[in-house]
T-cell receptor, first 114, second 111 residues
Framework: GAVVSQHPSWVICKSGTSVKIECRSL??????MFWYRQFPKQSLMLMAT?????????EQGVEKDKFLINHASLTLSTLTVTSAHPEDSSFYIC??????????FGPGTRLTVL | LAKTTQPISMDSYEGQEVNITCSHN???????ITWYQQFPSQGPRFIIQ???TKVTNEVASLFIPADRKSSTLSLPRVSLSDTAVYYC????????????FGKGTKLSVKP
């Protein structure tokens, strides 16, 4: 199957700093990428949908100014958590959709905000 | 998007067949049913997808009755490494295409 990578796999930062997470589709072009957040012992929660070259669509309750999403190319989307706080500590997972509409998930990024 | 309901948890022993049923009463005509497996601190992994009747691949089978209001994931002869959370998702993969995850079923396989 298609491969989606995320970088970094884990990150620890101080409160108030910004953190950027990259999501790449390695062997296919992804017109649409999705960002999810997962807290311990909970399910994945969709944060936003991003289409290449256009603004992301955020789910209700997700602050677009805090979680900046850029999808500048067909193989790369980035999520920037701005002014991170401890409550933003979570497991962030991206997925990418190919032309067949199959969705492939990345390995996730563990964010810990001190 | 159709809502799904699954058992919160299931227990099994190595070598047994495990069947996890998912209810999706308001599934739409264009919706497919997809199952994912997730291990702790990893992204979900695709297991199987189907539209109706039965689908089988090298790891699982998916049974879908004629009314498509439910589906059953069947894992033959589970091993300890099958301990994970299993998610049933319903969607058309179309222009929206975003997958909404339910609570999933935590499967625990014991020796």
């Amino acid at each position: 199957g298609a491969v989606v990578s995320q970088h970094p796999s884990w990150v620890i930062c101080k409160s108030g700093t910004s953190v950027k997470i990259e999501c790449r589709s390695l062997d296919f072009q992804a017109t649409t990428m999705f960002w999810y957040r997962q807290f311990p012992k909970q399910s994945l929660m969709l944060m936003a949908t991003s289409n290449e070259g256009s603004k992301a669509t955020y789910e209700q309750g997700v602050e677009k100014d805090k979680f900046l999403i850029n999808h500048a190319s067909l193989t790369l989307s980035t999520l920037t958590v701005t002014s991170a706080h401890p409550e933003d500590s979570s497991f962030y997972i991206c997925s990418a959709r190919d032309d067949s509409h199959e969705q492939f998930f990345g390995p996730g990024t563990r964010l810990t905000v001190l | 998007l159709a809502k799904t309901t699954q058992p919160i948890s299931m227990d099994s022993y190595e070598g047994q067949e495990v069947n996890i049923t998912c209810s999706h009463n308001n599934i739409a005509t264009n919706d497919y049913i997809t199952w994912y497996q997730q291990f702790p601190s990893q992204g979900p992994r695709f297991i199987i997808q189907g539209y109706k009747t039965k689908v089988t691949n090298e790891v699982a089978s998916l049974f879908i009755p004629a009314d498509r209001k439910s589906s059953t994931l069947s894992l033959p002869r589970v091993s300890l490494s099958d301990t994970a959370v299993y998610y049933c998702l319903v969607g058309d993969g179309g222009s929206q295409g975003n997958l909404i995850f339910g609570k999933g079923t935590k499967l625990s396989v014991k020796p």
